[in-house]
């Protein structure tokens, strides 16, 4: 019987990762103290930084839950490492949800681990593969959001809260068009395994393309506003409000010169 086993060298953390969290450390510092003389600047890197981050978890996510499930393979393509390189399209998974991140404020769902699925044998196990990535997000957001549904925001810099809250929706608006049922996304991959053969054949040739067509309906107005309110809402449950998401992306997009309604908190 096989066992989820890996040499210690295909689970040592990366120096990339730790690069990256150093970055996202140190940003969060300037950002805390006010170090930085733009404050903007601070925050851009702290946000950026610390959303590659949640990348990397999500990926490791998929691939540590893979690899309980009993593909041992995992371990040699370099996935525990947390290493953002080792991915099998970092073009999707890093490259352009940053680029989205800095065009939007939307939270990209990428996807980019290779599972051998043939080695995983049950149903169950197949979904909770694919559920591990969101869920990794709906738990960084819950870390994010803290200070505010805790009520614990006394104490805490203005701008570190704004770019708190801008972190936040980026993990929720990834973590619910990754839920999304849309094959090519984490969604599908939670259902697939409990649809017929038949079904998944005739679905499998559009599994390219389902992020593009999220985002394609994404343009439409109706459907937009109804995403972001769904956001919003629980983005409000989770204590934050649309003044400080809104002052956290303009603070983050510093290049566009200050904003004086968020100068003031309400």
């Not at 970055?23 to 903007?40: C, N, S």
């Not at 505010?148 to 809260?161: E, H, N, S, T």
Request: include cysteine.
């Amino acid at each position: 019987m096989t066992t989820a086993t890996a040499r210690p060298s295909d689970r040592r953390i990366s120096p990339v990762f730790l690069g990256i969290l150093a970055v996202a450390a140190v940003t969060g510092w300037a950002t805390w103290t006010g170090f930085a003389e733009q404050p903007g600047v601070a925050v851009f890197f702290f946000v950026t930084a610390a959303w590659v981050v949640s990348l990397c978890l999500h990926e490791y996510a998929h691939a540590r839950t893979a690899l309980h499930s009993g593909d041992i393979s995992i371990g040699a393509k370099g996935y525990l490492t947390l290493n953002p390189l080792k991915y099998t399209h970092a073009l999707l998974s890093i490259v352009l949800p940053v680029l989205f991140v800095i065009m939007g404020g939307i939270g990209l769902p990428g996807g980019a681990v290779f599972i051998e699925r043939g080695r995983i044998q049950g149903r169950w196990k197949h979904s909770l593969i694919s559920a591990a990535g969101p869920l990794t997000n709906v738990l960084f957001a819950v870390v994010c959001t803290a200070p505010f549904w805790l009520d614990a925001l006394d104490g805490v810099p203005r701008d570190f809260r704004f770019a708190l809250a801008f972190l936040a929706l980026l993990q929720v608006t990834a973590a619910v068009l990754n839920f999304l049922p849309v094959p090519g996304l984490d969604g599908y991959g939670v259902v697939e395994p409990w649809l017929s053969y038949k079904v998944r054949r005739q679905v499998e040739p559009f599994a390219p393309f389902g992020l593009l067509f999220v985002f394609a309906l994404l343009w439409l107005p109706a459907l937009n506003g109804a995403f972001f309110d769904l956001v919003d809402a629980v983005l409000r449950g989770l204590g934050i409000d649309d003044f400080d998401t809104y002052c956290g992306f303009e603070l983050y997009r510093f290049w566009q010169g200050s904003n004086e309604y968020c100068s003031v908190s309400p």
